[in-house]
């Protein structure tokens, strides 16, 4: 088939990027022909919260990516939509996260929807967890735009239903980022990130946002089950949104000298090292769809604490591959304590649960749709 991705891709960072020239690939493996079409501006500056939009690594080699779409530009969207139609693709992907692209995506859909262009979207939230005035308009406009759906959990299902009950939903878990280097010993990963290799961490990763529950995470080490732990947290991630809190935090909690910071996004070719030092990973959040930070420590090995929330419990089974937790400071540090205290042997069922994470899997589902 002749396949058309819409969304994040090379020079823009960030997981969804990644993802799409994941998925990219995984198609042209399967010997379609795919090409991305991406923004040439994604977010206008005053609305990105973090310090850059784009990555310094270079160009991903053999993909076909043309930045041609302009968030904010109506003109633009009829722009590109006949530029792909010109094109005769046989299916259009439109990657969807955030209702801020419901007009953009929207009207590129309805242009090729009309022209006989079969249109599906991989939808990775339709409400978000920042939720915004209009969202909900604009997630309606974009839902009417395609022909079927592809989505990466129950839940995500569950609230694309609220706006749309009959068209196809094809579901698939999140693949495994499996591009980010191999295993490593930990005395490696400790040299690269200067930290002792004989001290026990556990890591919260990823782009630091509310929802996320870093404070919920800071309080745990403070009860009385962990306050006492010789475990360290580390902390990698750009903070999207106010970091002073977060540091307060750590001050009038007493944490100061348990916690390691690297405040920054940290890229593709440094992510392996905070996996491989890290004994458990823990996602702390209020809410949730689905994270691809829960794949890419499956890719490492990795035991994970998460709360019961969205599509995290359906993951990250509790037992097998470690502990589904309520999101409250008390649940999080009764787990994490327990880990140290009792060391579990999780390998087992992270192997078994690994099998199922395959790109092939995904993409199966996608082209079902």
């Not at 991406?38 to 310094?56: A, E, M, R």
Request: hydrophobic share 40%.
């Amino acid at each position: 088939m002749k396949i058309v991705i819409v969304g994040p891709a090379y020079p823009y960072r960030g997981g969804i990027a990644t993802f799409n020239e994941r998925l990219a690939r995984q198609l042209i493996d399967e010997g379609h022909t795919v090409k991305i079409y991406t923004f040439t501006l994604q977010y206008p500056s005053f609305l990105f919260p973090g310090k850059t939009q784009f990555t310094t690594d270079p160009a991903p080699e053999g993909l076909d990516i043309v930045r041609a779409l302009s968030s904010v530009n109506p003109f633009n969207w009829l722009k590109v939509a006949r530029r792909i139609y010109k094109e005769k693709p046989d299916m259009v992907m439109l990657r969807f996260w955030m209702p801020y692209f419901g007009p953009s995506l929207g009207t590129i859909g309805r242009y090729l929807r009309r022209r006989g262009i079969k249109v599906v979207s991989l939808v990775d939230n339709i409400i978000p967890h920042d939720h915004k005035p209009g969202d909900k308009v604009f997630a309606k406009f974009f839902v009417k735009s395609v022909d079927g759906f592809l989505a990466m959990s129950d839940s995500v299902i569950s609230e694309l239903r609220q706006f749309d009950s009959s068209k196809p939903v094809a579901y698939a878990p999140h693949p495994l980022y499996d591009h980010y280097g191999p295993i490593e010993p930990k005395a490696t990963a400790a040299a690269a990130l200067n930290l002792d290799p004989d001290t026990d961490y556990y890591l919260f990763f990823g782009l630091i946002r509310d929802y996320k529950g870093l404070d919920l995470l800071l309080q745990a080490m403070a009860c009385e089950d962990l306050q006492h732990s010789n475990a360290q947290l580390i902390v990698a991630g750009e903070f999207y949104g106010d970091s002073a809190k977060y540091y307060e935090m750590e001050s009038y909690l007493g944490l100061r000298g348990r916690i390691h910071w690297f405040p920054e996004f940290i890229p593709d070719d440094k992510v392996r090292h905070f996996f491989n030092i890290a004994d458990l990973v823990v996602q702390p959040y209020k809410t949730a769809t689905q994270s691809g930070i829960t794949q890419v420590a499956y890719h490492f090995c990795k035991p994970m604490v998460v709360t019961n929330v969205g599509g995290l419990p359906e993951i990250v089974p509790d037992g097998r591959c470690g502990y589904v937790v309520d999101p409250t400071p008390q649940s999080i540090a009764i787990a994490i304590a327990d880990f140290y205290a009792n060391r579990p042997d999780f390998s087992e069922g992270i192997a078994a649960q690994k099998l199922q994470f395959s790109w092939s899997r995904l993409t199966a589902a996608l082209l079902s749709l």
